[in-house]
């Protein structure tokens, strides 16, 4: 039977200040490519229009089941998730050096976003599961580290490392949740260290170009630098109140490259200035907040974990995004959640909102 509470208990707050945030970047993904409009084709803001409305009537539906039964399917889910990555890598689609979709016809699917969820509700049966009063130790942590590392490396491989980048953060957040010994936070980060050293011979050659481009982006202005510095100009002329919608030069004279995807926010900046982006700054904010005040109310570990993972989710791809637009972080492909033109990246985000409605609405049932 039916329960009336869910419908009473739905999360108006949470689903409407997502349509908000996407609502924007719609319009500012409009601004972006108008000078594209003359040149034929479904315009792109009407694409990921589409995709929104998609990513919205999934997240109904995840509401209408029970979350606690993905409880039984996490396991499932990843192992579909692990055979996708390694699909990718035998027949995907490559662009620029890179495979990373599989093409559906109508759809590329990019198997990386979708592992993103799977972790997350893997990551919150094991923690749910276990119980640990003085935190995890180093010997306890095998399992949730393989589990990690095999998306991680078959990431790696497409070549990808801004998403496992983000695979990473996502874990080590729900495990920083979950509670770790002194001994093994130490221990962890010096590991961090060793592999952060170790791991910098075994990335290719535009990945090492992308970090010492972050560090002097001015050596090579016209080359490799020429992204972050035209995303910086973008930023810093659109001044306080910015220069108007649809004013913005660096992106309709095409200065900007990618001004659809990583550097949409340059985009917005540029034509809202400090104002504009300051609003955008506190929905998101708000987002991240009210995402953990969902896991705080949780009836149960699972769900607490869960809405915690797509917080971490969430808060991961805001922070690295905007780090990289105005120069803070290296630039590495994440996009800017509910504002870079994507489709797998606004449904995968919208499932998550779907989970987070999922736990709110049944927070009063145990």
């Known amino acids: 039977m039916f329960d009336r509470r869910l419908v009473s208990n739905f999360d108006w707050v949470l689903f409407l200040t997502v349509l908000l945030i996407a609502g924007i970047g719609i319009t500012n993904l409009y601004s972006a490519t108008y000078s594209d409009h003359v040149s034929g084709g479904t315009p792109l803001y009407l694409k990921q229009l589409l995709w929104l409305a998609g990513g919205v009537l999934l997240a109904q539906l995840i509401c209408l089941f029970d979350y606690r039964h993905l409880e039984h399917f996490a396991i499932h889910i990843y192992g579909l998730s692990l055979v996708l990555l390694i699909y990718v890598l035998l027949i995907g689609r490559t662009t620029m050096g890179a495979t990373r979709w599989i093409h559906l016809g109508f759809f590329n699917l990019q198997p990386g976003e979708v592992i993103k969820i799977a972790m997350i509700l893997l990551l919150a049966k094991i923690f ?126 095409a200065f900007l490259p990618e001004r659809h995807t990583d550097f949409a926010f340059s985009v917005f900046a540029e034509e809202w200035g400090f104002a504009g982006s300051l609003v955008i700054l ?34 991961w791809h805001i922070v690295v995004n905007l780090g990289m637009v105005i120069g803070l972080l290296p630039v590495v492909g994440v996009p800017l959640p509910l504002f870079s033109y994507g489709g797998t990246s606004m449904v995968t985000t919208m499932i998550g909102v779907g989970l987070l409605m999922n736990v709110s609405m049944r927070r009063f049932m145990f």
């Open 128 to 253: 749910a599961e276990t119980t640990t009063p003085f935190g995890y130790s180093l010997s306890e942590l095998w399992q949730p580290a393989l589990l990690l590392l095999l998306p991680v490396l078959l990431i790696l491989k497409e070549p990808d490392l801004g998403t496992a980048m983000m695979v990473i953060f996502i874990s080590m957040t729900m495990l920083l949740f979950a509670g770790l010994k002194r001994s093994t936070l130490v221990g962890l980060m010096v590991l961090a260290g060793l592999v952060g050293v170790a791991g910098w011979f075994g990335l290719h050659d535009y990945q090492r170009a992308r970090i010492r481009t972050f560090l002097n982006p001015e050596a090579d202005p016209l080359g490799s630098g020429y992204h972050i510095i035209q995303s910086k100009i973008a930023v810093g002329s659109g001044g306080f109140f910015g220069k108007g919608f649809i004013q913005g030069t660096q992106s309709q004279l």
């Open 282 to 315: 506190l929905l998101y904010l708000f987002l991240i907040v009210w995402s953990l005040y969902v896991a705080r109310r949780a009836a149960d570990k699972f769900g607490l974990f869960l809405a915690v993972g797509v917080a971490a989710m969430l808060f």
